[in-house]
């Protein structure tokens, strides 16, 4: 097996999480190659996410930031969600949103913990989206977070 | 009849719903073959849905999905919309959302009714979108609804 | 003259719509041949009026929508409105957008009124795009309304 | 200098304001032609106006509107602004967006005022964009209003 | 090195952004040529740039704007905050959006301060993002921001 995984990151977010993403896909892939490609803001990303897979090679993206708490932020947000969503379209790969929004919360130390949890846990997603798709299959409907424990799945007669 | 039914599911959804659809859709047509595509979230969808359609030859696909209830899960089910409806300008052929937000009910047991009841009927919709379209311009106009009784037409004069 | 008219519409709509539309098309072409597709909401007719575009041969489309009055809802009727613009967009064809909200009236007689006067007016608006656009253009600042009495102009000086 | 700009407008508008247009632009281009297309509301403008350019051979074209005052009449002029941006996007052609919203003004004749000064104003812009862009390049940074008096510029110390 | 920087504003703004935009860049490459494309508002920057980078050879384009502060100017925004992704996706180059909203300040200085600390800050991404990427990369999650003082960066255990 021999693909690369692009890492597109941002000089606006808080924590730099490029690391453990790339660590926790190497702990499940062998022999990955990365490219990774940083961007001033989240409203850069869909362009940057598209030329790593149409022009790096890169077979899926993981797209991490981190916007802020004001309404502007969450607009932008909401624009480069959408630029990503159709960098998807026009290339049929998948490109995985991770970002975490400063104001999930209540102190930096647990917006911290959010931010490395929801971005290793959507590497172990992107992972089994390009190898292990029965995986993610078994766990349909499960109530899977990332950033937070799993919400878990509601059974008939509840 | 042989025709390729797609089924897109998320594993952040809290009920597995694909089997509620294709045990509907198994039982209006015989021989039906269904491919499934599980992603983490709704955002994912749309790209899954083109894939289903683009690559793995589906002539129609069921987009299932369970948003949750906070402003930030009302976006992405928003913009998982828009990126849906891209799919289906891009490919000329019919996603159907079936989308069941996690606020519509007052406890899980009325949340567990809603979706599954709005999985079968839209299955059932799917199914005669392909082979029966004149089933639903009958129906035109008479306050159908999925998940809920439905609202029925109004008359003139009433 | 010889062209096809696209009608499409929904089952969710409380009001079967489709019949004003061709009877007041009728009326005004003689020979025009009508398609009709009926989907299950408005998010489906986008995907709908496009392929009556480019698959059925028809020269332009009325869209007749019935969104409900929740939040939602709304949501559901921008995203389908978005899409009908794209289509038109990438067919280069006209798409009348002709939703009526199940809370622009106080009870359902008036609502009746409002989706039929609404529905037969953009028939006609449908029929002079195609036919003669010199009456829209004769019409232009005009404060015409569908769905309601025309606003009227405002003149200078008043 | 031989082109042709085009003039899209709507029935729904209570100002025939195109008149206005042509005539601010007849006087700064001499043996200019206008292609004028007329539509019912302004989520029709964004297909006339890449049919103005695509069909009708227009270099330029300005959009002329008047949403209403009611939410649903400012989700609509959003859907059209989105409209015409894609138009340009597919085209590389401007097409400049002249909307006044009827909740702009206290009163018609102030409303009558603010339109026919906006109208005028991009149509001068349009001419600019054409054959003069240097004077908007002048005017970079200059508060630059249409409809209202010009805000003016910042300046360093004040 | 030798390519071309676009760089595209507004007559709407109230501040002349381009010079020190393109002061900054003249500080970091020697011998680099711009074009300079103005628009009368936010709206019309989205083909202005698309047609920097597909008419005008420009490699990457720094869009500068001043959006005013009524809810009809932050919708303005958002739509050319869409168009200027869009143009990114169909060019794949990337267009930074250098916005300085006018209700970010108290006052007149304030504002003038942010804007050009916003242009001259965006304007080294610029250059990083086509000559040194790697120092965009050493700068991923260090809270750097355009217009305020960096935020800095989250480190684990505070």
Known sequence: MNFKVGIADTTFSKIDLAPFAMDEITQLISNVKFSRYTVPGVKDLPVATKVLIEKMGCSIVLALGMPGPAPIDKQCAHEASLGLIWTQL??????????????????????????????????????????????????????????????????QGR
Chains 1, 2, 3, 4, 5 share one sequence.
């Open 90 to 155: 026009l290339t049929n790969k998948h490109v995985i949103e991770a970002f975490t929004h400063e104001d999930e919360a209540s102190d930096e130390k647990e917006l911290y913990e959010i931010a490395v949890d929801r971005t290793r846990k959507h590497a172990q997603n992107l992972v089994k989206l390009i190898l292990k798709p029965e995986e993610l299959t078994k766990d349909a409907g499960m109530g899977k977070r990332q950033g937070h424990p799993d919400a878990g799945p509601i059974r």
